[in-house]
């Protein structure tokens, strides 16, 4: 279908570019925050079994997971606050104009790697800030397969939120399992201050982690759709869906 989003510009709903990570029963699926692999159990109860090649009228599993552990989610504020906020509830729009940029993170003299904002700013355009996705470099397929647990993963300068700031961006994506440090004492100071906790909480921003963008795909400006599970939970695992503006 093509949608079109001025007289001059158009989508393609058929060439979605998908940016999620698909959860799976197995060793093989990222991981971070020291949590085991996810688990799809058949149901058993009462003579029923879930499943059809074991004679089950239809396939009937339990998911067991972790919405920051387990692959691709968006969260809001709630996820730092002392009330729960649920994501379903901040976010009421679906689609934004976004940015697709690419960096090679900067090794700090600890041996740390870090975004900074200077590799961010050159590529900011305001008319296309509404969401930033934030691809780091090596980019291999092994990303979608890592347990990130106590490897100090590349994580964000916690100055570039005033860039941020300054560009009106709503919506922040990237391919870490956190925009903070893995160890940081509990600081996490990139959330608080994208977020503004606890001065003001800010309840239209959301942070998507774990995203994965395949190496084909161009940077540059895009259409974003975020899809997700209407979980009532500062975060929900997540789809998030580019579309090239023809």
């Known amino acids: 279908m093509r949608l079109y989003l001025s007289k001059s510009e158009f989508i393609e709903t058929s060439e979605a570019i998908d940016l999620s ?45 972790n919405p920051h552990g387990h692959g691709t989610h968006t969260e809001c504020c709630g996820h730092i606050t002392n009330e729960v906020y649920a994501v379903n509830d901040v976010l009421k729009e679906y689609f934004y104009r976004a940015t697709l940029i690419t960096v090679d993170p900067v090794q700090l003299e600890n041996g740390d790697f870090v975004v900074q904002a200077a590799q961010i700013a050159p590529f900011l355009k305001p008319e296309f800030s509404e969401a930033i996705i934030v691809r780091t470099l090596p980019n291999g397929p092994d990303k979608k397969a890592l347990n990130y647990s106590g490897t100090n ?11 941020l700031n300054e560009y009106h961006v709503k919506h922040f994506l990237v391919d870490q399992p956190s925009v903070d440090r893995e160890e940081d004492g509990g600081a996490l100071a990139f959330h608080h201050a994208f977020w503004n906790v606890p001065e003001k909480p800010n309840f239209e921003r959301t942070i998507t982690e774990l995203i994965y963008v395949p190496n084909e795909v161009s940077d540059g400006t895009y259409i974003l759709e975020i899809q997700m599970a209407a979980f009532k939970n500062d975060a929900s695992p997540s789809r998030p869906v580019l579309y090239k503006i023809q």
């Open 21 to 65: 990570m698909p959860l799976q029963a197995s060793t093989e699926n990222v991981r971070a925050w020291y949590v085991d692999p996810p688990r799809m159990e058949i149901v058993r109860a009462n003579g029923f079994v879930g499943s059809i090649q074991e004679g089950g009228s239809v396939n009937f599993r339990d998911v067991f997971f």
């Open 153 to 163: 993963p590349c994580y964000f300068d916690v100055a570039l939120v005033e860039l």
